[in-house]
């Protein structure tokens, strides 16, 4: 099973608002309204910052939205700040055999 | 507060063993499933599987069945993973994580866990 597929790379100036998608399959998503994403800065642990599709833990920035609509997520990150540069994954919850499938991971480059 | 202390860097040689472990702490261990994450050197996140905290049972994704092993001492509130015949393309951070709902939901990590394989 490949990975959700996710842009390589986006990038926005400080202030700026942007959208990372996350495409797959009907089977990839499962008909569950589980998706995750995670934040990832170089030589750290991923941080949960949605999960089922639109929640936010305790402690994640409200500038932080997400949203599902057929067989494509989206993150939105508003009002870019230079600490949101980093690397960001989806993840669902699958109906196939590999219960949990990552994105390939999209970089985030605040210029 | 809620913590995942995992064991230090390890360098094998192709063929070893290896075993990390990944201690909990701050929160009920056996209430909340653990998964295992692998991240290869400039590369993406992989699930590997997890492991029910309370019954013990292990459920491996495709492609990590066989010389991969996740077990419990909940003695000491600590999951393991463990790796058999060591490969070079073993090498990678290996993570815990703790499950918050379902499984691709992991609100707690540990700190990582790089495994190098080397001649």
């Known amino acids: 099973q490949s990975a959700l597929t996710q842009p390589a790379s986006v990038s926005g100036s400080p202030g700026q608002s942007i959208t990372i998608s996350c495409t797959g399959t009907?089977?990839?998503?499962?008909?569950?309204?589980?998706v995750s994403w995670y934040q990832q800065h170089p030589g750290k642990a991923p941080k949960l910052l949605i999960y089922?599709?639109?929640n936010r833990p305790s402690g994640v920035s409200n500038r932080f939205s997400a949203s599902k609509s057929g067989n494509t997520a989206s993150l939105t990150i508003s009002g870019l700040q230079a600490e949101d540069e980093a690397d960001y994954y989806c993840c669902s919850y699958t109906s196939s055999a590999t219960l949990v499938i990552f994105g390939g991971g999209t970089k985030l480059t605040v210029l | 507060q809620v913590q995942l202390v995992q064991s230090g860097s390890e360098l094998k040689k192709p063929g070893a063993s290896v075993k990390v472990s990944c201690k909990a702490s701050g929160y009920t261990f056996s209430s909340y499933a653990m998964n295992w994450v692998r991240q290869a050197p400039g590369q993406g996140l992989e699930w590997m599987g997890w492991?029910?905290?309370?019954?013990?049972?292990?459920t491996y994704a495709q492609g990590f069945t066989g010389r991969f092993v996740f077990s419990l001492d909940t003695s000491v509130n600590t999951a393991y993973l463990q790796i058999s015949s060591l490969k070079a393309e073993d090498t990678a951070v290996y993570f815990c994580?703790?499950?918050?709902?379902?499984?691709?939901?992991?609100?707690?990590w540990g700190q990582g866990t790089l495994v190098a394989v080397s001649s």
């Open positions: 089922d599709v639109s």
């Open positions: 994580a703790r499950v918050m709902t379902t499984v691709n939901n992991n609100d707690y």
């Open positions: 009907s089977s990839d998503f499962g008909g569950y309204n589980s």
């Open positions: 492991i029910n905290t309370n019954t013990g049972d292990p």
